[in-house]
């Protein structure tokens, strides 16, 4: 989008603008002008914005964006999607991006500011709310995020060899928050690396915070450890350096909504469980996993559908990314049978043995699980 045309450089002054499919947004009401925020890591954390709607020609809800700019009268240099409401929270990790975007440095306070654009189809109506002062201070993200991250050290299964080192997912939707599965070993030490060619930045975990070895905010001085021997699920976010270590303990597969007779997998290794000719039970066809966490507390997580309601059973011609694995809290959705899968309907009516694989590994871009009907 071109550059408002202001009367002024103060943030009182109005923007002048030619009306289209959809009328600009007139009025801001939350949050107010000079507002202060410390942004933290958490994701509960959030500002909710608010503004007078717009109307559209053909009568339906207007789109909404809340814009950010470094200054009340340049460019957008930011964009966050407010949907069809007037009112939107976003989260403080989203705040930190489009600080990033206006100039301010990570770990800094500095001031930027918003406005509203709406929008219906393909017409965009101008900035017409006069932007508001946002104050912030930045969280310590990194301001070069790596495109893949790896796992290695004496403390991990592939040890020291970086040709072999476990690979992270990328999990998070705008980028910069990887999570890994495997097995580590106590009282050896392990780190994470940008590539596998040895040339790449190193990273470590201290005092539960992201840190890079060499030139960084606060430079890391030594390779992580864990005090105990097990399974870990390795979560760190370069966009805020917060970390999450903790241990896997268990993994279940249920059927329906029977969580007491729920059948243990077995640690394969490199992020991968197994259940073997499991001869499954009549009645429902759905299924699920439950994983047992360990770390500042200890709770259960569904590995579970993206899907919160597969009314239809997959086909043996479904594609892959149908058993796709999603690492969801809301455990108890629909009394267990929400994000529940399905047996495929033909193979499991000719029999109820199968075998079962969990992938929560990098051999595809997703974690998933793979099916065996066995005659």
């Known amino acids: ?58 009568g339906q809800l207007p789109h909404y964006e809340v814009v950010f700019f470094s200054e009340p009268g340049g460019e957008i240099v930011y964009r966050l999607d407010a949907g069809s409401s007037t009112t939107a929270s976003f989260a403080h990790k989203d705040l930190n991006l489009a600080a990033k975007a206006a100039g301010i440095e990570a770990g800094e306070s500095g001031d930027m500011y918003w406005s509203v654009v709406s929008s219906r189809g393909v017409t965009e109506a101008p900035v017409e709310a006069t932007p508001r002062c946002l104050s912030v201070k930045r969280l310590f993200g990194f301001d070069v995020i790596p495109e893949t991250l790896y796992l290695t050290g004496e403390a991990t299964e592939t040890g020291t060899d970086l040709a072999s080192a476990m690979q992270f997912q990328m999990t ?33 975990i201290e005092e539960g915070e992201l840190r890079e070895f060499g030139a960084d ?41 029977d969580v007491a007779g729920a059948v ?36 259960q997580e569904k590995w579970s559908s993206v899907n919160y309601n597969n009314n239809d059973a997959p086909t043996s011609g479904s594609a892959p990314d149908w058993w796709r694995i999603y690492m969801n809290k809301d455990i108890t959705a629909d009394g267990w049978w929400g994000y529940t899968f399905k047996w495929i309907t033909d193979l499991w009516s000719a029999t109820k043995v199968v075998t079962i694989e969990v992938h929560m590994d990098h051999t595809r871009d997703y974690y998933y699980h793979t099916v065996t009907y066995i005659e």
């Open 217 to 257: 905010v606060k430079p890391a001085t030594q390779a992580a450890s864990v005090d105990e021997s097990g399974i870990y699920r390795i979560y760190v976010d370069f966009n805020t350096r917060a970390t999450i270590v903790e241990r896997v303990t268990k993994l279940v597969m249920y059927q329906r909504d």
């Open 1 to 58: 989008m071109a550059g408002l045309a202001l009367a002024g450089a103060s943030c009182s002054n109005d923007l002048t603008y030619e009306p289209g499919g959809v009328s600009p947004v007139k009025g801001l009401l939350a949050p107010a002008d000079n507002y202060y925020v410390e942004l933290l890591s958490a994701s509960t954390a959030t500002v909710e914005f608010s503004w007078e709607p717009a109307l559209a020609e053909d």
């Open 172 to 204: 998070g939707a705008d980028g910069g928050e990887f999570t890994v599965i495997g097995y580590l070993e106590a009282g050896a030490t392990y780190e994470m690396c940008e590539n596998t060619s040895g040339s790449g930045r190193r990273f470590s």
């Open 264 to 299: 243990e997998l077995t640690y394969q290794g490199l992020g991968v469980w197994l259940l073997e000719k499991h001869t499954t039970t009549d009645g429902d066809n759905r299924y699920g996993f439950l994983a047992t966490l360990s770390g500042d507390t200890t709770y």
